[in-house]
C-alpha cells in the first residue's frame, strides 16, 4: 500500500464510529509492496523498537503539496508558509476513508436485538439500524444511551450482512462517551480521531496529515482543520498503511468525501511539532 513519499499525491478519503474495526466498501486499493528496511551494519548500535518504518524526513510544506498535482488541497489561501517545515517524519502515502456515528432515529423497519456481551437484549432496534451499526462499531439510541462494540462471534446475535459477523454490544453513558469508544477504551472525537492498523501506527500516536490542512470543520466553511489527528481505533477492515477519519456525521462524511475523496492516498507524518495539541 506504499508509494515513493510524497510523489503525486491524489488526495484522498469512506466510512464506520466507535471502534471502526468493519468494512467499508473501498475501491482503489493501495497495493504497492512496502520498501525494504535498510541494512545495517553488524558494529552499528541497536534502534529504538519501533512499529514505524520511517521513509524520510518530511520536507516544505509547500514542496510537498504544490508537487502533488489532483491532491485536493484546494485551501492556498490558508496554506502555510514555505519556510515551515512539517517537521517530524514521513511514513509513506496511506489509503484513507471515514466513518460516522449513526443513530437509531434515522432508521425504520423490522426490529432486531440488539445484544450485549452477556446475550441480555440492549434493546430491539430497527434493523436497518442494526445493519449500520455493526458495521460502524457505535451508534446513538433513541433512548439517548450509546451502544459500542463489545465482542464479535456472539452466537445469540443476528447476523451482520455486510461482515457474515454477530457483533455483541455494551451500553454506555452518553455523558462519558457521546461519540462512542475506540479502541483505546477511551471516548473517540469527530475529526481527531482515525482508526488504524496497530501494528502499523501505535495507538495513542498523533499523526499530521497536510492533506486535511486547512479543510472545512463544518458545513458553513468557517472553521478549517488543522491536520491533527490521534490514532485511537482500529478497524478489521484497516490493514496496513490505512487511516479511517471518524466524522461523527454522515453530513460530514459526505462534504470531506468532497474535498479530500476516499482511497486516493494521503500522506501520514508522525512526530510533527504540530500536532503536540492531539496527544
Given at each position: 500500500m506504499k508509494r515513493s513519499l510524497l510523489v503525486a499525491l491524489s488526495c484522498a478519503a469512506c466510512n464506520t464510529a466507535g471502534s471502526a474495526w468493519m468494512a467499508q466498501p473501498l475501491e482503489g486499493e493501495l497495493t504497492a509492496p512496502p520498501a525494504?528496511?535498510?541494512?545495517?551494519?553488524?558494529?552499528?548500535?541497536?534502534?529504538?523498537?519501533?512499529?514505524i518504518h520511517v521513509i524520510s524526513e518530511a520536507p516544505s510544506l509547500e514542496a510537498s503539496l504544490s508537487s502533488a498535482p489532483g491532491s485536493g488541497y484546494t485551501h492556498a489561501s490558508t496554506a502555510p508558509s514555505s519556510k515551515l517545515?512539517?517537521?517530524?517524519?514521513?511514513?509513506?502515502?496511506?489509503?484513507?476513508?471515514?466513518?460516522?456515528?449513526?443513530?437509531?432515529g434515522d432508521?425504520?423497519?423490522?426490529?432486531?436485538?440488539?445484544?450485549?456481551?452477556?446475550?441480555?437484549?440492549?434493546?430491539?432496534?430497527?434493523?436497518?439500524?442494526?445493519?449500520?451499526?455493526?458495521?460502524?462499531?457505535?451508534?446513538?439510541?433513541r433512548s439517548g444511551g450509546t451502544v459500542s462494540f463489545a465482542k464479535r462471534d456472539c452466537s445469540c446475535a443476528a447476523?451482520?450482512?455486510?461482515?457474515?459477523?454477530?457483533?455483541c454490544f455494551?451500553?454506555?453513558?452518553k455523558a462519558q462517551y457521546p461519540w462512542g469508544r475506540g479502541a483505546m477504551g477511551k471516548a473517540i472525537t469527530p475529526l481527531l480521531t482515525v482508526a488504524v492498523d496497530s501494528t502499523v501506527i501505535p495507538l495513542g500516536t498523533p499523526l499530521y496529515i497536510p492533506e486535511y490542512d486547512g479543510?472545512?470543520?463544518?458545513l458553513t466553511g468557517t472553521a478549517q482543520h488543522d491536520g491533527c489527528f490521534l490514532a485511537e481505533d482500529?478497524?478489521?477492515?484497516?490493514?496496513g498503511q490505512h487511516v479511517d477519519v471518524f466524522t461523527g456525521h454522515r453530513e460530514i462524511t459526505q462534504l470531506w468525501n468532497r474535498?479530500?475523496?476516499?482511497?486516493?492516498?494521503?500522506?501520514?507524518?508522525?512526530?510533527?511539532?504540530?500536532?503536540?495539541?492531539?496527544?
Open positions: 525494504p528496511v535498510e541494512a545495517r551494519s553488524p558494529s552499528a548500535p541497536p534502534r529504538k523498537s519501533t512499529r517545515t512539517l517537521g517530524g517524519k514521513a511514513v509513506g502515502t496511506f489509503k484513507n476513508t471515514y466513518y460516522d456515528f449513526p443513530s437509531e432508521f425504520t423497519g423490522e426490529t432486531v436485538g440488539l445484544m450485549s456481551a452477556s446475550c441480555q437484549t440492549i434493546m430491539n432496534v430497527p434493523r436497518p439500524f442494526y445493519e449500520s451499526v455493526c458495521v460502524q462499531g457505535s451508534g446513538t439510541l447476523e451482520c450482512p455486510r461482515t457474515g459477523q454477530r457483533i455494551d451500553l454506555l453513558d479543510v472545512a470543520r463544518d482500529r478497524g478489521l477492515a484497516v490493514k474535498l479530500v475523496p476516499s482511497n486516493r492516498g494521503v500522506t501520514v507524518i508522525v512526530d510533527s511539532p504540530r500536532c503536540k495539541r492531539a496527544r
